[in-house]
Every structure is written in structure tokens, then in C-alpha cells.
């Protein structure tokens, strides 16, 4: 579970630093940017949606602070 997490936080990343580059460069098409920042908030969701079903489910321990 831990790896996944971070696989799709590396992904996030990457996804968000390719819609930045995308920005700043202004060469290629306008919507190269606005796919990339799409799929990071996708990406973002089921990151969410994933950690919330690994709690339900058991996977993530239900320890208190």
C-alpha cells in the first residue's frame, strides 16, 4: 500500500511539473497543459479514494494519536 501511495505521488508530481513546463515553454498546444493538470486532480482523486477504501478495509491500521 505504501508503495502505491508514493508511485501515484511521484506521478502527481511529474504530472504537475509537465503542465508547469508546459506553461513556460508556450511551443507546443495550449491544451497539453490542461490535460496535464486533469489528470493530476484525477490522479489526485484516487489517491484519495484509495487511501480512504485501505482505511475502511483494514489495510491502513486504525491507530489513534
Do not use: E, H, N, Q
Not at 500500500?1 to 508511485?7: F, R, S
Not at 508546459?22 to 490535460?35: E, Q, S
Not at 485501505?54 to 486504525?62: D, E, L, M, S, V
Request: aromatic residues 8%; without cysteine; positive net charge.
Amino acid at each position: 500500500m505504501k508503495i502505491v501511495a508514493v508511485l501515484m505521488l511521484i506521478a502527481i508530481l511529474i504530472s504537475l511539473f509537465t503542465a508547469l513546463r508546459g506553461l513556460m515553454k508556450r511551443t507546443g498546444p495550449a491544451d497539453r497543459a490542461v490535460k496535464a493538470l486533469t489528470l493530476r486532480v484525477a490522479l489526485s482523486i484516487s489517491l484519495f479514494l484509495l487511501l480512504m477504501l485501505g482505511y475502511y478495509f483494514g489495510i491502513i491500521p486504525r491507530t489513534g494519536l
